[in-house]
């Protein structure tokens, strides 16, 4: 079974530097019969291959294909190694025995990539006629061909998915901050935007919180910054036991915090902020089993309104936290609080279900 023969097609003409460095064979049947791509080709086929195929002899670095360039030409090594090179980077290498070129030469187009001697490199080139005289004449090397791309297709699959991978990776490590592990500035910047848009359009409520550490300073002036980062991961910790699954968390800046509270209006939002906030002061901090002084946060909450953007909700919610820091901190502030008293000695109605993703009960 050969390879079906591409119908004939007008050349386009060969760059002299191209056909300058090929010399005539100079190889013998004994040669070829070693090369991994000629397996299995018999002698007969092996002898009238040899007057028809030509040499090429690179040097370190000297370049075979250029990406975007016409090809109609294969190329067989026989001694060095070649490197496949995509913007530069070596995406593989080419080594004695296997082929180079094909994919181009069959699918009519110009090289994918660009192709390098890694060293010294001889190879065997077979012109257009001469490739589909073989694949024609040696059904092993027609196989052989097939299955040899099969292996390329694969592998390349392979690295795709592993550069995929890799992306997401590098993706999600840019959007996260390190210490904490929660989303950071970048990520809320890119994807708050979304959410305001998303509620909005539903006509659900959502509220946001910005938090902050109290007297942070002190703490790092005091005990070190090593100290510092311990009482942020402890936060931490409370932000994640204390928040749905459906909620997220981003750390802004040193000790601020932001909080978003999906599908939530403004007496749930309250319930969440002040359940975190309590559990907060009434913990003990330490850092390597010395006692640490009481952390406390103060947090400004607001809820979305219409004609809002995601930038004057955030500016509204800092605004909050302000209030807050200057009533004395350990605290949480909304606006028009004070304009119902009885929702400052109230203690704000509890969340029914706080893990739960779907729970609707903050409105």
């Not at 991994?36 to 009238?48: K, N, V």
């Not at 993706?171 to 935007?193: H, I, K, M, V």
């Not at 800046?253 to 932001?258: A, D, S, T, W, Y």
């Not at 978003?260 to 939002?269: L, R």
Request: net charge neutral; hydrophobic share 40%; aromatic share 6%.
């Amino acid at each position: 079974m050969g390879l079906a023969r591409k119908p004939p097609q007008p050349r386009p003409p060969v760059a002299s530097e191209d056909s300058a460095g090929e010399q005539p064979p100079g190889v013998s049947v004994a040669v070829l019969r070693e090369l991994q791509s000629l397996h299995g080709t018999g002698d007969q086929i092996l002898d009238a291959l040899v007057p028809r195929a030509r040499l090429r002899q690179l040097e370190a670095g000297q370049r075979l294909l250029q990406r975007g360039e016409p090809n109609l030409r294969v190329y067989i090594v026989i001694s060095g190694r070649l490197r496949v090179e995509l913007d530069e980077s070596p995406l593989a290498y080419i080594e004695q025995g296997e082929t180079v070129g094909e994919l181009s030469l069959l699918a009519g187009s110009a090289a994918t990539a660009t192709v390098a001697a890694e060293k010294p490199t001889q190879l065997l080139v077979l012109d257009e006629e001469t490739f589909w005289w073989l694949a024609e004449s040696s059904h092993e090397f027609s196989v052989g061909l097939l299955v040899r791309l099969a292996k390329r297709l694969r592998s390349n699959n392979d690295a795709v998915q592993e550069n995929i991978a890799l992306r997401r990776q590098f993706e999600q490590a840019a959007l996260s901050d390190p210490l904490t592990g929660f989303r950071n500035r970048r990520w809320l910047d890119q994807t708050l935007p979304r959410i305001v848009q998303r509620h909005l359009h539903a006509s659900e409520p959502l509220c946001i919180a910005m938090m902050d550490i109290d007297h942070f300073k002190q703490v790092n002036d005091g005990y070190g910054h090593a100290a510092g980062d311990a009482v942020l991961l402890q936060v931490g910790r409370f932000v994640r036991d204390n928040l749905r699954p459906a909620d997220f968390a981003a750390r802004i800046g040193g000790e601020e915090f932001v909080l978003v509270f999906p599908q939530t209006s403004m007496p749930g939002a309250i319930s969440a902020a002040e359940r975190l906030r309590e559990s907060i002061a009434d913990a003990a901090f330490d850092y390597e089993g010395s006692a640490l002084p009481q952390v406390t946060v103060s947090l400004g909450l607001v809820e979305l309104e219409q004609g809002v953007s995601p930038g004057q909700l955030l500016a509204r919610a800092d605004v909050a936290l302000y209030a807050a820091k200057q009533s004395g901190r350990n605290r949480t502030e909304w606006p028009r609080r004070h304009a119902r008293p009885e929702k400052v000695t109230q203690t704000p109605p509890q969340r029914g279900g706080t893990k739960s993703a779907g729970s609707r009960n903050r409105r």
